[in-house]
């Protein structure tokens, strides 16, 4: 966790410092502004993790509720809260990006949106369905609509803290490609530092496409919450 931490504070350093230079035109905004992004991201992770410590014993709430607030499921319904406000801060008035250009077109959840977001969810968890399939191992069919409803909600600040300001000034500066690739890097590094990281940046791939191709980030919400649910009901 320290190294982390100093991996994170390394990264929020540099783009601070890039995000400066970009304003005093010293260098391209092209090239700060996305790094500086992916940096507050990384810290802000790291930071929801260490400030709740603080916060917890202050709020005075037991455990059961604690756990519903800032840890079940990605975090709890409040623990990612505040940083996705603070990129939806930083893309209206740092950025000067509206909020429907975060969201890649639109904030509308439209039919493009729930149509290409259901044809992710779907490929997405099919996936990991086919593996276990094929290994011969048994499905635990389990319902639980305590985690799919923390799940949407925790879902939904995922999406808006790596793929909705993120996204959207990579593609603004880089290519689509790029912006697909990088984003997906910081989506599986933002879930630790482990073996699983490879895999959910894989699938972020896909999440990212289904984004950019109904033009709105509910479609993404869409593919990553039906994952969600069809994986956590069927796998144990």
């Given at each position: 966790m320290?190294?982390y931490?100093?991996?994170?504070i390394?990264?929020?350093s540099?783009g601070?410092?890039l995000?400066?230079?970009?304003k005093r035109?010293i260098v ?5 502004i996305?790094l500086f992004?992916?940096?507050?991201i990384?810290?802000g992770?790291y ?12 709020v ?5 509720k604690?756990?519903?607030l ?9 623990g990612?809260l505040?940083?996705a406000?603070a990129i939806?801060?930083?893309g209206?008035?740092?950025?000067k ?5 975060q969201?890649?077109g639109?904030?509308n959840?439209?039919l ?5 977001g259901i ?6 968890a ?7 399939a094929?290994t011969g ?5 389990k319902?639980?609509f305590y985690r799919?409803?923390i799940?949407c909600?925790t879902?939904?600040?995922?999406e808006?803290i790596?793929?909705g300001?993120?996204?959207a000034?990579?593609v603004?500066?880089?290519s689509?490609l ?9 989506f599986g590094?933002a879930?630790?530092?482990?073996e699983?990281s ?13 984004i950019?191709?109904?033009?709105s980030l ?13 994986v956590d009901?069927?796998?144990?």
């Open positions: 320290n190294e931490l100093v991996v994170s390394t990264f929020l540099i601070v410092l995000f400066i230079a970009g035109q391209s905004d092209k090239f700060c996305p992004l992916s940096s507050f990384f810290i992770f930071g929801v993790k260490v400030i709740r410590e603080f916060i917890i014993p202050l005075g709430f037991g455990d059961k604690n756990s519903l800032f840890y079940d499921y990605g975090n709890g319904l409040l990612l505040p940083l406000l939806l801060f930083i209206k008035h740092l950025v990006m509206g909020y429907d250009e969201w890649s639109t904030t959840f439209n493009p949106s729930l149509k290409y044809i992710g969810g779907i490929v997405l099919a996936i990991p369905l086919m593996i276990v094929a191992q048994k499905f635990n069919y319902v639980d799919y409803g799940n909600i879902n939904f600040y995922e808006i790596c793929r300001l993120l996204l000034c990579c603004k500066y880089w689509r790029s912006a697909v690739v990088w984003t997906s890097v910081v590094l879930h630790g530092l482990n699983n490879i895999s959910i940046a894989l699938a972020a791939c896909l999440i990212a496409w289904v950019l191709k109904a033009k509910w479609a993404g919400w869409t593919t990553h919450q039906l994952t969600d649910m069809i009901t069927f796998l144990p």
